[in-house]
């Protein structure tokens, strides 16, 4: 989805933040703080995703799923 053309700015900037979050070895809450610093990757991570999901047309969403679908679908070439 982050490449396909007609994906909103917002929604780029959104799920970089979500993957960059991940990635990077520091967070807002570190994680030597109980509850709090595991939870922040709990919250933070999948709302950022959510927000950027949310931004991007449905019909964007629909084609990537369906080019998705047709790279990971086996070929039935083999079978007798």
Do not use: N, S
């Not at 994906?7 to 030597?32: E, S």
């Amino acid at each position: 989805m982050l490449r396909h053309p007609q994906t909103p700015w917002l929604a780029r900037v959104l799920l970089g933040l979500a993957v960059g979050y991940l990635l990077l070895p520091f967070d807002l809450i570190p994680d030597f703080i109980p509850i709090l610093g595991q939870l922040d990757d709990l919250v933070i991570v999948p709302g950022l995703f959510y927000l950027g999901i949310k931004c991007v047309p449905a019909a964007v969403v629909a084609e990537c799923r369906q080019q998705v679908t047709e790279r990971t679908t086996p070929k039935d070439d083999f079978c007798p």
